[in-house]
C-alpha cells in the first residue's frame, strides 16, 4: 500500500509517497480501506516543524488526522464493528495511507443517509466548531458571533452552526471577497477581510461599538491582537490555531485589553475529546440531525488524488481554498 512519509521538515517537496506493507489489525483493532482523508491546516503545521505537538520523524505524516472508508478487516476481540461497515475515523498517527489500522474505540460508524466523502468533515472540522461554540464557548441564543477564516473548512461549519444555534449576528472575516461572498451565502451577516488594516473598526461599527460575545480565533498573530480589542465586556474569545501568524502576537497584547472582563480560552479538539470521548457522539448527533434537515452543508470544493499530495499542501497553503480539501488515494 502507498503512504505519505515524512523524513524531514520543510515545504510540500519533501512529502515522499512510499510503498509499504498493508497494516494487520491487532487485539481490538480494525483495518479500514481509506476512500477520503480530510486535510486540516495542522498537516502543514506538522510537516513544516511548527506543530505545537511536534512529530518524530520519520514518519507517516497525519498526526490526529481524518479518514473514512470501509472496514475490511477485524481483530481479535472487537465487538461492535464487522466487515463492509462504512465509518469515519480519527488516526493518532499517520492518516495519510491507503490502509490504517485503528481501535475500535475511535470509530465512528456512519448512518446509510450521509455521504462518507461529506461525513470525513465532521470528525475534526465540524466536532471544533460545535464544541468550540456550544461546550467551551457557551454559545446563547441571542448572542454576536465572530468568525475568522470564514470559508475554511472548519470556518463554514461553525457559521451554519452558529446560525442554528440562534445567533443574533454573525460577522465572518476572510483574505478576499470571494470567500467573503461564500460566507455571506451560507448564513454570515457580515463579512469583513481580516488582511486589511482597520478591520477591527469593522467589526465595532458592525455591533454599534459593543463588540462581540463570542470569537473563534484560528488564524493568530495580528489578527488575535486585533480580536481581543473587539471582544465584549464579558465576552469569550477562544485561541484555536494560527494559521497564517508568522509570528505569535502574545508577547506584544496589551494584558490592559483584558481587563474588561474578557476572557481568553485555549482550544484543542483532539484533547477535548481525548479527555471527554461521551462528547463526540454528542457532536456528531447533532451535526447529523442538522444535515438530515439540510441545516448544514459541508463544503468540498477541491479533491486531489494521492498522488498530488504535493499540490493539495501548495493549495492549502497558499491561502486559496475554501471548505476542506480531500484527498483521495
Do not use: C
Not at 512529502?15 to 481509506?34: A, C, F, G, H, Y
Not at 490526529?64 to 472487537?78: A, F, H, L, M, T
Not at 465584549?232 to 494559521?243: D, E, K, M, V, W
Request: glycine letters at 10%; zero cysteines; a neutral charge.
Amino acid at each position: 500500500m502507498k503512504i505519505v512519509k515524512l523524513y524531514e521538515f520543510g515545504g510540500p517537496e519533501v512529502l515522499q509517497i512510499e510503498e509499504t506493507k498493508k497494516p494487520v489489525p491487532k487485539e481490538n483493532e480494525v483495518v479500514i480501506k481509506v476512500e477520503n482523508i480530510a486535510l486540516n491546516y495542522s498537516e502543514i503545521q506538522q510537516r513544516k516543524g511548527t506543530y505545537p505537538f511536534p512529530l518524530q520523524l520519520p514518519t507517516t505524516i497525519g498526526q490526529w488526522g481524518v479518514v473514512s472508508g470501509k472496514v475490511i478487516e477485524v481483530g481479535n476481540g472487537v465487538t461492535s464493528i464487522s466487515k463492509q461497515v462504512k465509518v469515519m475515523a480519527q488516526i493518532p498517527n499517520g492518516s495519510y495511507a491507503e490502509y490504517v489500522a485503528v481501535p475500535e474505540g475511535l470509530l465512528v460508524p456512519l448512518p446509510d443517509q450521509i455521504d462518507i466523502m461529506i461525513a470525513t468533515t465532521l470528525l475534526t472540522q465540524g466536532q471544533s466548531a460545535y464544541h468550540a461554540l456550544k461546550t467551551v464557548g457557551n454559545m446563547k441564543k441571542g448572542e454576536i458571533v465572530l468568525i475568522h477564516a470564514g470559508s475554511g473548512g472548519l470556518g463554514n461549519l461553525a457559521i451554519q452552526m452558529a446560525k442554528a444555534f440562534g445567533a443574533k449576528k454573525i460577522i465572518a472575516t476572510a483574505s478576499s471577497q470571494e470567500k467573503i461572498d461564500y460566507a455571506l451565502s451560507i448564513g454570515a451577516n457580515v463579512g469583513i477581510n481580516y488582511s486589511e488594516t482597520g478591520w477591527p473598526e469593522e467589526v465595532l461599527k458592525a455591533t454599534n461599538g459593543n463588540g462581540v460575545d463570542l470569537i473563534l480565533e484560528s488564524v493568530g498573530g495580528d489578527v488575535m491582537e486585533g480580536s481581543i480589542k473587539v471582544l465584549s465586556q464579558f465576552g469569550r474569545l477562544l485561541y484555536i490555531g494560527s494559521s497564517s501568524a508568522k509570528e505569535q502576537a502574545w508577547d506584544r497584547l496589551n494584558l490592559v485589553n483584558i481587563l474588561s472582563n474578557k476572557t481568553i480560552i485555549g482550544f484543542n479538539i483532539a484533547h477535548l475529546l481525548s479527555n471527554r470521548p461521551e462528547l463526540v457522539r454528542e457532536g456528531l448527533e447533532y451535526m447529523f440531525g442538522l444535515m438530515m434537515n439540510n441545516l448544514l452543508k459541508p463544503h468540498i470544493k477541491h479533491v486531489f488524488p494521492f498522488s498530488e499530495v504535493i499540490k493539495a499542501h501548495e493549495l492549502i497553503e497558499s491561502r486559496k481554498t475554501i471548505g476542506t480539501v480531500i484527498l483521495k488515494p
